[in-house]
């Protein structure tokens, strides 16, 4: 490959990999409590950071995962892990009219997706239509104190808000739109939940500034090299096991959270 082909490399950064390691123990301990096989990721695509890792979780559970408009090429990380046998990618050019037959996997959800779809309501219609039990969507959370600075910080470098629908980024608004599609809310929760404020948008300023989305550049992973050589960092553990697992009221928890999720039943 010529030099003029080749991607920049982008590595994804600390509070990144956190997120990933957090997200990948409560897909874990969700497939436990669901007695959860088969998981779709509808679709699994990636926001500022890799895309198809966000089920890892799942497939270190065991579960047979479908990545839906995924990236095959990080199919490698899957691999890295020892599960590259339970994930498969799927591609449909409308994601809200997939080619599955109804009831067709436990668990179906997305991650920090559903604000940017263009018709979220067609999307969670037809995450109910191919689930056979459960329909998960995890967003990005309004109530952490570093979603309005983010915000302002669009405004303030003129940099249209790119972060879709902000109504999806609340958690009553969520749970409304998934009862209003006959879904039954059986678990909701926080995930990513460390002791710095969500995103304030510096980053993200710098990924606009230089065009950088999820399918652009190659992105260097050391989430998947911490789990496969069995090297968290100890920090990490500790933020996890004793800060994020702490029992704390919703009102308290949604000022840390840096996203949360809700699980409807069918």
């Not at 067609?122 to 239509?129: G, Q, V, W, Y």
């Not at 710098?206 to 065009?211: A, G, I, P, S």
Request: hydrophobic share 35%; net charge neutral; aromatic share 12%.
């Amino acid at each position: 490959m010529g030099e003029e082909n080749k991607q920049r490399q982008e590595v994804e950064v600390f509070g990144v990999n956190y997120e990933r390691y957090a997200l990948g123990n409560v897909n874990r301990k969700l497939a436990k409590q669901l007695s959860v096989k088969t998981v779709a990721e509808l679709p699994a695509m990636g926001q500022k950071a890799c895309p198809s890792l966000y089920s890892l979780g799942f497939g270190m559970a065991g579960c047979d995962v479908t990545l839906i408009n995924g990236d095959e090429k990080y199919k490698k990380e899957w691999d890295k892990l020892g599960i590259g046998d339970r994930v498969r990618f799927d591609h449909f050019d409308d994601i809200a009219h997939t080619g599955y037959a109804d009831n067709s996997f436990d668990y179906v959800w997305n991650d920090v997706y559903i604000p940017m779809d263009k018709d979220p309501e067609a999307l969670i219609d037809e995450m109910k239509r191919i689930s056979r039990r459960y329909v998960a969507i995890f967003s990005v959370n309004a109530g952490n104190v570093g979603f309005p600075i983010h915000s302002t910080l669009h405004k303030i470098e003129k940099i249209p808000w790119t972060h879709g629908d902000k109504h999806y980024d609340r958690r009553k608004f969520v749970a409304k739109k998934m009862e209003e599609h006959g879904l039954k809310i059986v678990k909701r929760g926080f995930v990513d939940t460390p002791v710095w404020p969500d995103s304030l948008g510096f980053r993200d300023m710098r990924l606009h500034k230089n065009n950088i989305r999820f399918d652009n550049v190659d992105w260097v992973t050391p989430y998947t090299d911490m789990i496969a050589n069995d090297s968290v960092l100890p920090w990490m553990k500790r933020m996890y096991g004793i800060w994020e697992c702490m029992p704390m009221v919703p009102g308290i928890k949604t000022l840390y959270s840096h996203l949360f999720y809700i699980i409807g039943e069918k």
